[in-house]
């Protein structure tokens, strides 16, 4: 267990890089560059309207102490290093005086909720079936299957999720494309609400694993050929291993292991899907969260998004390499 | 000529081991120490099993990979001293390698007389293209094959035998004093083996060169090396003249390595040879 | 001759074959590979035109070079075919069942592997689920043969490693745990604890040290005695060969050249490729020149005509080029394929037959 | 390279038509220099247009035709895509090749870093980098963003290939011939590197196509420059799909879908031929 312990310490530390350097950019993206958000905040506000000089230096002084710009360039480094590790980003423009932690928060939970649901179907069902049309390669639904699933793997989702709208938004509306439930419903633990919120995920989650499951069965059913011809398959053939038995304890539990690495690397992309999808469908998530922001021109919100996202996925990587490992007998003795 | 061509003095190499989880080390040669004298050519055994560190000795003499310490030096002079372009040519010019697959040992995508002509030109020093040529063809003919039947093949059209003793021909363009040979005949069909080995007596006696001769076969390093070095994890247990290091060892593992050997004079009087059995008894 | 399907332990009919009897019996058969790769068409003639028998409770050796097609005639054996493999034409019928290996039908195929017909592979192979404990392939790959409930069947199982002499801890270790001497051993057990008839072995010891393989091939030879079954050895080394084999077949180039109990091989070998195979083999304490022979083995997709052996033969005649040597029996058990070892040899017909003819037509299907 | 392609193209199904697609785009994004308007012009043509004989994709509500409007987007997207591929292929070959060739501190220090920027979610930093920079958002600045977020995964791959060709016989086997560590990097391991690098340049297009295409409907991007992307932003703009005008997002959606198939059929394919296995088991051989 003493090995344990140190490889979690080891991945932690890659964490915190990955920590570390997401936050430098976010800094040196927004602090580095010759763009003055102030004055860009400011010309936004005083575009329409004669404004007051004085007015404008106060509105200045003001938003200069909120967005932490205040000092040199290493002042607003350790300020913003504080308020990324207090989880404070100070109010939101957009709701003030709303804190800008209370508005992710809030919508923390739809992205998790819309990511953790798709991704746990699309790499159940994209593993399942491509496991199945790698281990029966001759078989002709799987192979229609794996035709479908090559075509829906390369469209990115922001046009998967587009399509889904159109087709069951205007094509055949027989499911609501926007929001996460009913406007008029109060949220309650009522079977009604509930009833709500699914119907309002289905399209999102649809439109994510429609892309999700096409890439992981592309990716299961290559890995698997490659299985099958490993020694240990055909020597349990030649053995006459019961079928299913090598399918399940020998094909597939061997492709789980490089299923589950592929999870944790392809977190970003992933929550990049969800993000994109929860715009399209207006679901109250981060990505919607994040756009508003952007259009409202709330400086504060915008680096508090990006930074929470640089940091739950980091988070939810390093989650599924502590697991792996006990997963792999052959890491879990070592 | 006097003194030593090559001197192995205390050497050792410590790899770190451990993959996803924790790190040990351990010694893959450990305090080997031995020399190759300068004025008699010699074929000189490395004996040992997987893991004894066989091949990772073989490529601290080819100066591929640093010792963590001790010291080798050729015709007196530390490998440390052996960086930059030129002094590595020349060191080349004297050291050569014969490797273990000869299928691997070729560029599958290139000509194999890429490797001939490029050791020609850069070790041989050789000008025109006339001289390349002679110079490539002369190597060839002392392996016993011609330029013609090498020249703009594939590796794959030609057969294991012809491909060991094209790399033994490239190896020899720039008259090298050693050749470093790591089990050069474990992946050669067992007809063209011994005209692998036959080649390395000849190449001793008539061109003068020693040769490290790396293997884990006790019975092909008798039939023709003069010496032997027998190592057993990294650690030199037994070493001198081949006759009698192979004929009477005296460490234990020597012993035990020569009581293993399966001969083919046991044939139908194996140890474990008994009384026929019977049809199986069916007492489960 | 028994019916094959599934049986319980006690499988010995009432009257158990007399030893000698054949276990298998391998007629004409060919196996080809047929691939068709980016526009390019071949046709490799790995095994061709095979006919042995191997006998009940003896270890038949085969012997040859790197792709001389002893491993392909392993698979076909094996009934182990796939594509682009496939069995032209031909026979192998096992003493255990009532007809053609190729006749049965999956289920049937399925019911006698390891029940009946059981592979011990080259150690260094991964022939062992890296995330299955040893005990768990025991389970896999002889539960349902040996028709015991699960604690009399971990006593068999415990019972057939003690007698091996193997500690009943590996049952609880992983493959990558185990040395390759181990997991060799512990495949050895594996594929003799139904106590099957025939036991298929390909190159079983050359992935292993020195000192392990006599270790191994003594454990295969106490293993076989044990059960008394057919043993089926692939190896290109003749010294392990010489330790190991009641009898040895030679191949070279897709055919069987020569066939003798393996005490005659080594004294006397008839073929010239065997009796260069066994004058060129270096001993500890002999430093007499070894020969070699000249050129290489031949390219199966495009095989020299007449006897394939004949472009490096020191003996080769007219005939040689010409015709191909049918593998006549000189004495009892002793057959050759070479017109210079014997007067009696006379042309393969099946040989010569095939070599013309419209072989595709009469493709056999493939299994699995 | 052209006999593989050519090879490709005769006896591998995927290959062909992916490469008839991607024919098929590149087509039509070269008609775009024959457009009889140019890219920017607004009101050249009726509004709203069905598809007809004169404007066989329609009109739009801009007043322009969406088939030539539709050529300069695709010429720009694709444009977009290739240069961040190209961009982030040099970034993934230098990373990947001098890590698996050089090896030991410079490996793990380059990889740690290549770990931490496999992980990255690049949506919300590129949102961030246009939140910042807004109208100076360029074409070029965003390719340059995008480079620096999509090599990484890539990198790792190049370098597990550079680690294995090191250890290959013929490595010191050239090495002993007397070629230079740059000949060798060039002439004897650079064809193996190639055909993947080839593989994960469709899939960067792809990838970067795709992403350009978001950002531009939500409109942060210069969405002045037409592509698909930024045509879609407008069609939005003008409640195409509520209005009827079905056309105006149709066919984008549909071009680039084509394309996305295209591309990927392609590094399919070249993934195929590159996979010793599948080579293997194609050829099979007497064993």
Not at chain 1, 179 to 208: C, D, E, K, M, R
Not at chain 1, 234 to 260: F, K
Not at chain 3, 146 to 173: C, I, T, W, Y
Not at chain 4, 241 to 261: E, K, Q, R, S
Request: glycine share 8%; net charge positive; proline share 6%.
């Amino acid at each position: 267990m003493a090995a344990y312990a140190l490889y979690v310490l080891r991945r932690s530390g890659q964490f915190v890089l990955v920590v570390f350097v997401g936050i430098n950019i976010a800094f040196f993206v927004t602090h580095a560059t010759p763009i003055d958000p102030i004055t860009a905040a400011i010309a936004a506000a005083t575009r329409f309207s004669q404004a007051d000089p004085q007015a404008v230096q106060l509105t200045r002084e003001a938003l200069r102490e909120l967005y932490g710009l205040q000092g040199n360039l290493w002042q607003q480094y350790v300020v913003f290093w504080m308020r990324v590790a207090r989880a404070d980003f100070g109010p939101s423009l957009s709701a003030f005086p709303t804190p800008v932690s209370t508005l992710i928060w809030r919508a923390l939970p739809w992205t998790f909720g819309l990511l953790s649901v798709a991704t746990l179907i699309s790499w159940g069902l994209g593993n399942l079936l491509g496991g199945l049309a790698g281990y029966y390669r001759r078989n002709v639904p799987l192979k229609l299957v794996g035709v479908v699933a090559s075509g829906l793997q390369p469209i990115p989702n922001y046009v998967m999720a587009f399509i889904v709208l159109v087709l069951f938004g205007y094509v055949w509306p027989i499911l609501p494309i926007t929001g996460s439930s009913q406007i008029n419903l109060p949220q309650g633990w009522t079977l009604a609400y509930f009833q709500s919120v699914f119907q309002h995920a289905l399209l999102p989650v649809l439109s994510l694993v429609l892309v999700g499951t096409g890439a992981w069965f592309i990716g299961m059913r290559a890995l698997v050929s490659n299985i099958v011809t490993e020694d240990y398959v055909a020597y349990a053939e030649l053995g006459g291993v019961d079928r299913w038995r090598i399918l399940i304890s020998y094909v597939m539990r061997n492709a789980l292991l490089t299923q589950v690495t592929g999870l944790a690397l392809s977190l970003g992309l992933i929550f990049n899907g969800a993000v994109i999808t929860e715009v399209v469908f207006g679901y109250p998530g981060l990505g919607n969260l994040l756009i508003r922001a952007v259009y409202a021109g709330d400086y504060s919100l915008v680096i508090g998004i990006a930074s929470t996202s640089i940091i739950a996925v980091a988070f939810a990587a390093l989650v599924i390499d502590l697991v792996l490992p006990l997963l792999d007998p052959r890491v879990r003795v070592a | 000529m006097s003194g030593n061509l090559l001197e192995v003095e205390r050497l050792t190499k410590r790899f770190a081991i451990g993959g996803l989880f924790g790190r040990g080390r351990f010694n893959a040669v450990d305090d080997v120490s031995f020399k190759v004298d300068a004025g008699q050519p010699q074929i000189l055994a490395i004996i040992g099993e997987s893991g004894s560190g066989k091949t990772t000795l073989a490529r601290m003499i080819l100066n591929t990979l640093a010792p963590t310490s001790g010291a080798i030096r050729f015709r007196g002079q530390d490998l440390l001293g052996v960086r930059g372009r030129k002094r590595r040519l020349d060191f080349m010019r004297e050291v050569q390698p014969i490797l273990q697959n000869p299928y691997e040992a070729f560029n599958p995508l290139k000509r194999v007389d890429r490797y001939l002509y490029a050791s020609a030109t850069r070790l041989a020093g050789a000008k025109s293209q006339k001289a390349r040529d002679e110079a490539v063809n002369d190597a060839l003919q002392k392996v016993g094959l011609s330029l013609t039947e090498v020249k703009g093949r594939f590796p794959h059209e030609l057969s294991g035998g012809q491909l060991q003793r094209t790399a033994i021909a490239r190896a020899l363009i720039s008259s090298p004093a050693l050749i470093v040979a790591d089990e050069p005949v474990s992946m050669v069909d067992a007809s063209l083996r011994m005209s692998i080995v036959n080649l390395f007596g000849r190449l001793r006696d008539e061109l003068r060169v020693s040769i490290l001769y790396i293997t884990h076969d006790l019975a092909t390093a008798y039939y023709v090396s003069d010496r032997v070095i027998i190592i057993q994890k990294g650690k030199v247990v037994e070493t001198g003249p081949a006759r009698e290091v192979l004929i009477h060892p005296q460490h234990p593992y020597s012993v035990l390595l020569k009581e293993s050997v399966l001969s083919p004079d046991d044939v139908g009087q194996g140890a474990w040879e008994g009384e026929r059995p019977r049809p199986p008894s069916q007492t489960a | 001759m028994r019916q094959s399907g599934r049986d319980n332990g006690s499988t010995v009919g009432p009257h158990p074959p007399p030893e000698g009897a054949p276990a298998l019996s391998v007629d004409n058969l060919r196996a080809y590979y047929l691939t068709h790769y980016f526009g390019v068409e071949r046709e490799v003639r790995a095994v061709d035109d095979i006919s042995l028998v191997v006998r009940r409770n003896e270890i038949y050796g085969l012997a040859g070079e790197s792709s001389c097609g002893k491993t392909t005639f392993l698979k076909t054996v094996a009934a182990a075919v796939r594509p682009p493999l496939s069995v032209i034409g031909g026979s192998v019928q096992y003493a255990f069942l009532d007809r053609d290996l190729y006749a049965l039908n999956p289920a049937k195929l399925s019911a006698i592997r390891w029940r009946r017909l059981s592979y011990i592979t080259q150690g260094s192979m991964n022939v062992l689920n890296p995330v299955r404990r040893v005990r768990e392939s025991f389970i896999d790959f002889a539960y349902r043969h040996m028709g015991l409930k699960r604690r009399p069947f971990f006593a068999a199982v415990n019972e057939h490693l003690q007698r091996l002499h193997l500690a009943a801890s590996v049952l609880d270790a992983y493959p990558h745990e185990l040395s390759g001497g181990m997991k060799q051993r512990v495949t050895i057990a594996l594929a003799t604890i139904c106590r099957p008839e025939f036991i298929i072995a390909d190159e079983p010891t050359t992935a292993l040290d020195v000192i392990v393989q006599k270790d191994v091939l003594a454990m295969i030879r106490e293993a076989q005695q044990q059960i008394g079954s057919s043993m089926l050895f692939v190896t290109h080394d003749m010294t392990v060969h010489a330790n190991i084999a009641d009898r040895l077949g030679i191949m070279y180039a897709g055919r069987l050249v020569e066939e003798a109990p393996t005490a005659d091989i080594f004294a006397n070998p008839k073929h010239p490729y065997t009796a260069h195979l066994v004058a060129s083999l270096p001993r500890i304490g002999e430093q007499s020149r070894k020969e070699s022979l000249s050129g290489a083995p031949p390219n199966l997709a495009n095989p020299p005509s007449g006897c394939r052996f004949h472009p490096r033969c020191p003996l080769a005649m007219e005939v040689c080029r010409e015709a191909s040597p049918a593998l006549t029996t000189l004495a009892p058990g002793r057959r050759v394929a070479c017109y210079a070892a014997s007067p009696l040899v006379k042309p393969s017909p099946t040989a010569e037959r095939v070599a013309g003819a419209t072989h595709r037509a009469e493709r056999v299907g493939l299994v699995q | 390279m052209l006999r593989i392609l050519k090879d490709l193209f005769r006896y591998n199904r995927e290959f062909s038509l992916g490469a008839i697609l991607i024919l098929l785009v590149v087509a039509i994004s070269l008609a775009s220099f024959l457009s009889p308007y140019p890219s920017g012009m607004q009101y050249v043509v009726p509004f709203d247009a069905p598809p007809s004989w004169d404007h066989p994709f329609g009109t739009n509500s801009r007043g322009q035709d969406v088939f030539w409007q539709l050529t300069f987007a695709i010429r720009n997207s694709l444009l977009f895509g290739t240069a961040v591929a190209l961009l982030s292929r040099l970034i993934a070959i230098v990373v990947g090749l001098t890590s698996g060739y050089v090896g030991g501190m410079v490996d793990s220090v380059l990889m740690s870093i290549n770990d931490t920027f496999v992980v990255f979610p690049p949506f919300p930093i590129l949102v961030l980098v246009y939140f910042i920079f807004k109208d100076h958002m360029s074409w070029a600045l965003l390719a340059v963003a995008m480079a620096c977020l999509g090599w990484a995964y890539d990198a790792r791959l190049i370098r597990s290939m550079a680690l294995s060709l090191r250890t290959r016989e013929f490595t010191t086997q050239s090495l002993f011939s007397g070629m230079s560590t740059g000949q060798i990097l060039a002439e004897e391991h650079l064809p193996y590197v190639l055909p993947i690098v080839f593989a994960t340049t469709m899939n960067n297009i792809n990838w970067s196509i795709g992403l350009e295409v978001t950002l531009s409907v939500i409109g942060f991007t210069n969405i002045d420059t037409p592509t698909i992307g930024t045509m879609i932003y407008w069609a939005n703009q003008h409640t195409a799909l509520v209005a009827g005008v079905w056309w105006w997002i149709a066919f984008p959606v549909g071009l680039v879908i084509i394309t996305f198939v295209g591309l990927y059929l392609l590094s399919v394919s070249m993934n195929e031929y590159i996979d010793p296995r599948s080579r293997l088991s194609g050829m099979g051989g007497a064993a």
